[in-house]
């Protein structure tokens, strides 16, 4: 695979990952809010293109209610996983279908008058195995109408400072005046992920090792070299030294994950 192959399909799956809208979700005024209870006790609003740590807890706070007069309302919470298949989540204290009673939400934004979910409808990610990649549907919909009231996607991610292990496929230009090889590679990067999902985020760096092919009567050829990849280690670019061999040992190299690609696609 020539580095000009490479640079193609990274442009190309870049505008794809990128690029890549929230089906469905509609737009609502903010009666309800979603707030994150972490591992390490801490609480955070989840804001529209915001995620959540896959150890933490997701509550449902009403406030502000734009409903004036007692309304019969139904929740429901998914787990969406990464191919698109996924699952209800049973909350229980949320009126079911058949049920007569009904949510009242006070208008009033005081402290006093609103009302939050007990203890135990809070949604604890890890005990429903919710997993990086993950999603989360909340919806809030009024009973017989079914109008949506409130409705967000949260994306579930691993949070903080985190290294990643890649077998990336390398196309290498050797220093000097040699054609380009293909080689094989180990690379284990590190990267910050935040919670307001930054393009940073999706930037990792740190170490690769290279296995090369310069010299037809060199039987093992090991590369050690500085790598850095994008998005979630996808497509990765670097610079290394061929450890085993003593003229033009310098090269850099276009990779491919391609395991990575099918993490990143669900298959």
Do not use: C
């Not at 699952?87 to 007569?100: H, T």
């Not at 008058?113 to 919909?141: C, T």
């Not at 005046?177 to 307001?196: F, I, K, N, Q």
């Not at 003229?247 to 099918?262: A, M, P, T, V």
Request: glycine content about 10%; charged content about 25%.
């Amino acid at each position: 695979m020539k580095p000009k192959t490479l640079s193609v399909l990274m442009i190309l799956f870049l505008f794809v990952s990128l690029s890549h809208p929230v089906k469905g979700e509609v737009r609502t005024r903010y009666f309800a809010r979603l707030i994150e209870h972490t591992y390490d006790d801490q609480q955070y609003t989840i804001y529209r293109g915001n995620s959540v740590d896959y150890r933490s807890s997701i509550q449902i706070r009403f406030i502000d209610s734009l409903i004036t007069d007692r309304a019969r309302m139904k929740m429901e919470a998914r787990v969406i996983r990464k191919n698109g298949e996924g699952f209800k989540i049973p909350l229980s204290g949320y009126p079911l279908p058949n049920d007569s009673e009904t949510i009242s939400i006070p208008p009033s934004s005081d402290d006093s008058n609103r009302i939050e979910l007990p203890q135990k409808n809070y949604i604890p990610l890890k005990r429903w195995a919710v997993e990086p990649g993950d999603k989360i549907h909340v919806l809030i919909y009024e009973d017989g109408s079914r109008s949506r009231l409130f409705e967000r996607y949260v994306p579930v991610k691993k949070q903080g400072l985190q290294g990643d292990i890649s077998f990336p496929i390398l196309s290498v230009q050797r220093g000097g005046e040699h054609p380009g090889t293909l080689g094989a590679g180990l690379s284990y990067t590190g990267r910050y992920v935040h919670r307001d999902n930054r393009l940073l985020d999706k930037i990792g760096w740190g170490g690769n090792i290279s296995f090369l092919d310069f010299e037809p009567d060199q039987k093992i050829e090991i590369g050690l070299g500085f790598v850095l990849t994008f998005p979630d280690d996808i497509f990765q670019i670097g610079v290394g030294k061929n450890l085993t061999i003593d003229h033009d040992s310098g090269y850099y190299f276009l990779g491919i994950n391609l395991w990575g690609i099918k993490e990143k696609l669900g298959w």
